[in-house]
């Protein structure tokens, strides 16, 4: 089993910045597959930024330039750090983790964050 534990979430102004972290636990094998999704209300959950194989990572291009996705291999933990942020960026922010051996994704229960004045 896999335990995904979000944290960082929160009120802030257009504009601001926040940082959230992911910790995995568990039957981790590698978190080169580990990113973070977001949902909106009323909307579906949307990818946010994600690690491919090797180095690179994709994000949505409504945050290029703005989002940050890094990682800690000793730590098993992946960090999304958030810039510029606009009122369209609240949401929760689900972290998610795939085993590269069997492909099963796993998810936390997300934090919120929500940008307004």
């Known amino acids: 089993q896999v335990q995904l534990v979000e944290s960082g979430g929160g009120l802030v102004q257009p504009g601001g910045s926040l940082r959230l972290s992911c910790a995995a636990s568990g039957s981790i094998v590698s978190i080169n597959r580990m990113g973070w999704y977001r949902q909106a209300p009323g909307k579906e959950r949307d990818l946010v930024a994600a690690k491919t194989s090797g180095s690179s990572t994709n994000y949505a291009d409504s945050v290029k330039g703005r989002f940050t996705l890094s990682r800690d291999n000793a730590k098993n933990a992946v960090y999304l750090r958030m810039n510029s942020l606009k009122p369209e960026d609240t949401a929760v922010y689900y972290c998610?983790?795939?085993?590269?051996?069997?492909?099963?994704?796993?998810w936390g229960k997300g934090t919120l964050v929500t940008v307004s004045s």
């Open positions: 998610y983790y795939t085993n590269p051996l069997t492909g099963v994704d796993y």
